[in-house]
């Protein structure tokens, strides 16, 4: 089991950058693939990136790809979000979420697949 704290949300205007951080408890986090959802006001979460047991590879969604960087260090057991040029569409609560894989190179971009959610972080873009 895995416990999920995100940090580092907060409110940014359009043009600026942030960095999520994601801290999880336990000594298998390397066991594990992540990802970053999002959910904004009046709509369904959505996968925002997602990043294999050892980093090596990641995945982002279309609408963040060359702006948002996912990366982890899995001695300090925490996953990052790296947001540039942010945008008000990019205004959303986010979360870290953690998926137990056998594979190191697995990587996770369905909500279904994720077992471990933190409670989230509120980004918000102003215009």
């Known amino acids: 089991q895995v416990q999920l704290v995100e940090s580092g949300g907060g409110l940014v205007q359009a043009g600026g950058s942030l960095r999520l951080s994601c801290a999880a408890s336990?000594?298998?986090?390397?066991?594990?693939?992540m990802g970053w959802f999002r959910q904004a006001p009046g709509k369904e979460r959505e996968i925002v990136a997602a990043?294999?047991?050892?980093?090596?590879?990641?995945n982002y969604a279309d609408s963040v790809k060359d702006r948002f960087t996912i990366s982890r260090d899995n001695a300090k057991n925490t996953v990052t979000l790296q947001m540039n040029t942010l945008k008000p569409e990019d205004t959303a609560v986010y979360y870290c979420?953690?998926?137990?894989?056998?594979?190191?190179?697995?990587?996770?971009?369905?909500?279904?697949?994720?077992?471990?959610w933190g409670q989230g972080t509120q980004v918000t873009v102003s215009s």
């Open positions: 990043i294999s047991r050892r980093g090596g590879s990641t």
């Open positions: 979420a953690a998926s137990f894989a056998f594979d190191q190179d697995t990587m996770r971009t369905r909500e279904r697949q994720y077992n471990y």
């Open positions: 336990g000594r298998t986090f390397g066991s594990y693939a």
